[in-house]
């Protein structure tokens, strides 16, 4: 699941141009963590779990332990600099485009990978990770257990897990008071205009507003906000938390937490990345357009984002034939209106330019107005729509 869903997430912005957006930059590159959480953590870890021993070495038990840090760390904190993009677009929007630039969000990005990579191949090619006892042999075969010493536990996990946690903690919390804000702000703009609209087309009293407040379409995205933070917060919690507070008990009293605990613990942190594509990625429109795109694919067959955007457009621009009927309503409206009702000081009737049997009229034309402008309609004649009808129209 984790697999196959990251590389969707990563091959939907790879070939879609219409979400190789700023923000989705930061979905790459936790769907890339995700991924290798996937193929270079879980996999081993399967392995180790269900063999009972570690077959591949005791170099490589170092650097799959180094692994699964960075790639859980980088997870963590790519949620952590989401939550946080997200905030800055939802409270200056004006200022968003200014402030998170694509090299700010490569950079921040690059931020996150070299932090997670600091925490956790440098430590652990030190050595300074390791415990004072061995590492446990089970029927004289080596095995490969993710302990740690009491320093290196607290220190790791309060940079991978317990300050990006608070971060995201507080962003989500003044992301939903800002949405709840919105929507008291619209609500208290469209509500008296709806009243209003209701008073004139009955002709009576309109009803008290209070009697649909829980039935409005404000309330559901009231309580919309509040389920999308709840999942996103939740599933969060729900998988790290469990894990990294058994860490830190783990290594301070390892005879406190058994074995098969702890395993059980870690995997529902390993979870984590086959949940985070479901809830970042399909919960969006979107994503789901692009996903049905690449999994019905065939060839010759390919409609982006931007692609889908323009077909609609285009079904709700106005045909010819009434742009057509438009244009010769207006055209008319004009003529009679400058045939019946001619301004004070004006040249209307005057052909001022004849060309492929169009007129243009002066009218309006004031000497005595402060711009002195000329403000001149062009009549065709001819039933053909050109550039020119068209941007008249």
Same mark, same amino acid.
């Given at each position: ?34 991924l ?7 996999? *081993? ?21 180094? #692994?699964?840090v ?17 905030y800055?677009?939802i ?6 485009g ?10 921040s !990005?690059?931020? @996150? ?5 600091? !925490?956790?191949?440098?430590? =652990? ?6 415990p ?5 042999? @089970? ?14 536990a ?7 897990f317990?300050?990006?946690?608070? @971060? ?20 208290a ?7 209003q ?32 933070v709840? @999942?996103?917060?939740?599933? *969060?919690?729900?998988c790290?938390?469990?894990f #990294?507070?058994?860490? !830190? ?6 005879d406190? !937490? ?14 984590n ?5 479901? =809830? ?9 357009y692009? *996903?049905?795109?690449?999994?019905t694919?065939?060839?010759?067959g390919?409609? $982006?984002?931007?692609?889908r ?5 285009d079904?709700?621009?106005p ?50 107005s ?20 068209? $941007?008249?129209?």
């Amino acid at each position: 699941m984790s697999i196959a869903g990251n590389v969707l997430v990563c091959v939907a912005i790879y070939t879609d141009r219409g979400l190789r957006s700023i923000g989705n930059l930061f979905l790459a590159s936790l769907a890339i963590a995700d991924l290798f959480v996937a193929a270079l953590v879980m996999s *081993f870890a399967a392995f180790n779990d269900l063999l009972g021993y570690w077959m591949f070495g005791p170099q490589l038990c170092d650097t799959w332990i180094a #692994f699964d840090v960075m790639c859980s760390t980088a997870s963590i904190l790519n949620l952590c600099a989401i939550s946080l993009d997200r905030y800055i677009h939802i409270k200056d929007p004006l200022r968003y485009g200014r402030w998170v630039t694509r090299r700010i969000a490569m950079a921040s !990005i690059g931020c @996150v990978w070299i932090m997670a990579g600091l !925490i956790s191949f440098l430590p =652990i090619s030190l050595g300074v990770h390791r415990p004072d006892e061995p590492q446990p042999v @089970v029927d004289g075969k080596p095995t490969c257990a993710v302990e740690f010493a009491p320093t290196y536990a607290v220190v790791s996990s309060c940079i991978s897990f317990y300050v990006p946690c608070v @971060v995201m903690l507080g962003i989500y919390c003044r992301l939903y008071c800002y949405a709840q804000k919105h929507v008291k702000n619209i609500r208290a703009v469209t509500r008296p205009l709806a009243a209003q609209a209701a008073n004139s087309k009955v002709g009576g009293p309109a009803l008290p507003l209070h009697l649909h407040a829980h039935s409005s379409p404000y309330h559901v995205s009231d309580h919309k906000a509040a389920i999308t933070v709840g @999942v996103i917060m939740g599933v *969060f919690l729900v998988c790290w938390v469990p894990f #990294f507070v058994i860490n !830190i008990v783990a290594a301070y009293c390892k005879d406190c !937490i058994p074995s098969s605990a702890f395993k059980v613990l870690t995997w529902l942190g390993y979870s984590n990345s086959a949940f985070n594509p479901v =809830i970042y990625s399909i919960f969006n429109k979107e994503f789901r357009y692009a *996903f049905r795109r690449i999994l019905t694919a065939r060839c010759g067959g390919y409609e $982006s984002v931007s692609t889908r955007a323009g077909a609609y457009l285009d079904r709700k621009r106005p045909t010819p034939s009434k742009m057509a009927s438009s244009a010769s309503i207006q055209s008319n409206n004009k003529l009679s209106f400058a045939a019946v009702t001619p301004p004070r000081g004006s040249a209307v009737g005057l052909c001022a330019n004849k060309h492929n049997g169009s007129c243009t009229h002066l009218r309006d034309y004031t000497p005595r107005s402060s711009l002195g402008s000329i403000r001149q309609t062009r009549v065709n004649s001819s039933e053909k729509l050109d550039g020119e009808e068209v $941007s008249a129209i």
